[in-house]
């Protein structure tokens, strides 16, 4: 049996801090490689491995394309290789027909990661950047 409406109840009108009310951050064109790390279940649990490239990235996303087609699971780690950024926690917000995913961030990117990527960015837009040893 279904119901033709839909009941309201306390959670209806809960709001998450994360995704409701967080500032958005703009998406800047990337392109790095990175790797897609996720556990699979079948019978043992192993951890896989997948090479990706990141397209666009902000301080709480990216948006990755994917060469191989594969099951993604909600939950995974990405690893930016080429700035050395281990294991970043990201939730598949959604998968596009064309290997295109869009992913979220557990926790927000740090400004200095940020540059980091994008010096080591193949993207024209970053051609001049440099990084600051010194700084931070």
Not at 59 to 64: F, I, N, P, T
Not at 98 to 116: G, S
Request: proline share 3%; with cysteine; charged share 30%.
């Amino acid at each position: 049996m279904q119901l033709s409406q839909e009941r309201s109840n306390y959670l209806s009108k809960e709001e998450s801090f994360m995704y409701d009310r967080e500032k958005t951050f703009p998406m800047e064109d990337t392109c790095n490689e990175a790797r897609i790390e996720f556990t699979e279940t079948g019978g043992i649990v192993n951890l896989a491995s997948r090479r990706c490239e990141i397209v666009k990235l902000s301080r709480s996303g990216a948006v990755l394309r994917i060469s191989t087609r594969f099951s993604l699971p909600k939950n995974f780690y990405l690893d930016i290789v080429s700035a050395r950024i281990p294991m970043i926690g990201c939730l598949a917000l959604r998968v596009y027909d064309n290997d295109i995913v869009e992913a979220r961030f557990l926790r927000l990117l740090a400004e200095k990661d940020m540059k980091r990527v994008f010096v080591y960015s193949t993207h024209p837009n970053h051609r001049n950047r440099t990084l600051d040893i010194y700084g931070g």
